[in-house]
């Protein structure tokens, strides 16, 4: 029996936990929960080494039966595009065609609803003029009605692709959560240069060469930051490729069935 954990689980609710009643009564079931699933489990699958650590060090679980496997993305569909493909995706999304597009995408779960908010709180606000900043996705049905003028929200949205296509810089301005953040993987591999926190690279720390990593109230100096290395589209093309990602796991099956014969 494998345990596949996407997060530090007990960690990731937190934030949402806050809002309600009972909530140290709901944090501790959590919790045990948890410990439950990776005391049982055969082997667990964590999505970075922060997560396995957290799970040796406060749910009491054996290292050794943890393997780290990072979350991918699909390389086959996301893919860096020409400036005038960006062009004429914006126009068949009624996005403006002159200035800079800031991307964040994710669906509507408490660390992308804080996110989105920092964007629509402090970045934009800040902002220079001329930058539009696109959320799309299911965070943006948690947003209020009231937003800033240089701000485009889509609300749930059935591909992504289209609005990776469209953008100029990738935003990820996440503070809160456990796991990784995938939308990292997909600004990269659309060609798009990324604006982070230091929290929001968690388990890509190799990424980091290649990122801007700042605290959210500096975001807003460096919006117009349009250069890429091409390298770090190939590193995660090779790296966190989807099939790499099923590679890693068919071994590790192979591996455990063998040695359960």
């Not at 410990?35 to 290292?63: C, Q, Y």
């Not at 934009?124 to 240089?150: C, H, Q, Y």
């Not at 289209?162 to 995938?182: M, W």
């Amino acid at each position: 029996m494998i345990y596949a954990s996407h997060n530090f689980e007990t960690e990731w609710y937190q934030g949402q936990l806050r809002r309600y009643p009972f909530r140290a009564f709901h944090e501790r079931s959590l919790f045990e929960l948890e410990k439950r699933a990776v005391d049982r489990a055969d082997h667990v699958i964590a999505v970075t080494p922060e997560d396995k650590e957290k799970m040796i060090s406060r749910l009491g679980a054996d290292g050794d039966k943890i393997t780290v496997i990072p979350n991918g993305y699909d390389d086959t569909t996301i893919t860096p595009v020409r400036r005038e493909e960006r062009i004429a995706v914006r126009r068949a999304l009624g996005l403006p065609e002159r200035g800079t597009i800031a991307l964040f995408c994710g669906s509507a779960v408490p660390p992308n609803m804080d996110a989105a908010e920092s964007i629509t709180g402090v970045i934009a606000r800040r902002a220079p003029k001329g930058v539009t900043f696109l959320i799309a996705g299911g965070v943006g049905e948690a947003m209020p009605s009231k937003m800033p003028d240089n701000c485009v929200v889509t609300g749930r949205v059935r591909r992504m692709t289209p609005f990776l296509r469209a953008a100029d810089i990738g935003l990820n301005p996440v503070r809160l959560g456990s796991g990784s953040n995938i939308k990292v993987l997909q600004y990269i591999g659309s060609g798009l240069p990324v604006l982070s926190t230091p929290f929001g690279m968690r388990g890509f720390e190799d990424l980091a060469p290649f990122v801007t990593i700042k605290r959210i109230d500096l975001f807003h100096r460096h919006l117009t930051e349009r250069s890429l290395a091409p390298e770090a589209v190939e590193l995660v093309q090779h790296r966190y490729a989807w099939r790499r990602a099923a590679l890693r796991l068919a071994t590790l099956y192979d591996r455990l069935l063998e040695k359960g014969r």
